[in-house]
């Protein structure tokens, strides 16, 4: 199945700032969240039909600390404190996945920090049905 990707730069972002000076991301950057509980980026996905699909952060860490997640899809918690630990420097670019039901249409896919670090930069999402 083909993935469809989004770029966080190109998302609602809150409490964040587009940055692009950790090589490796794709498009024309990444979101540094801030570092405090309830920062967020916000995907607006479509999907052709109804179903199982399969969302993959793409995301760095350059701190040994893990920066969890909420990942919510349109407003309700599906993966509440998704891990999104160190990865070595933060132009470490790594994938991690959440799998979700998805309505035809449009549909909101949000991550939010959990914890006062805020979440780790993030690069893009990528959705398979
Ligand atoms: C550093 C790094 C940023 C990162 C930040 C953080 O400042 O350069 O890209 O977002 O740490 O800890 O969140």
């Keep these: 199945p083909n993935a469809t990707r989004y770029e966080a730069e190109n998302a609602t972002i809150s409490q964040g700032v587009v ?4 090589a490796g991301y794709s498009g024309t950057g990444f979101v ?5 509980v309830g920062s967020s980026v916000e995907f607006t996905v479509t999907a052709a039909a109804a179903g199982t699909a399969t969302l993959a952060f793409r995301f760095a860490n350059g701190t040994t600390a893990n920066r969890p997640m909420d990942i919510a899809v349109n407003g309700a918690v599906v993966a509440a ?3 999104f630990n160190g990865t070595g420097a933060w132009t470490t670019w790594q994938t991690t996945t959440v799998s979700a039901q ?3 249409g449009t549909n909101t896919v949000r991550a939010t920090a959990t914890t ?3 979440g780790p ?8 049905a």
């Design 32 to 36: 540094n969240y801030d570092n405090l």
């Design 121 to 128: 930069n993030l690069d893009h999402l990528e959705v398979t």
């Design 81 to 83: 404190n998704k891990a």
């Design 116 to 118: 006062a670090n805020g």
């Design 102 to 104: 998805l309505a035809a």
């Design 19 to 22: 940055e692009s000076n950790h």
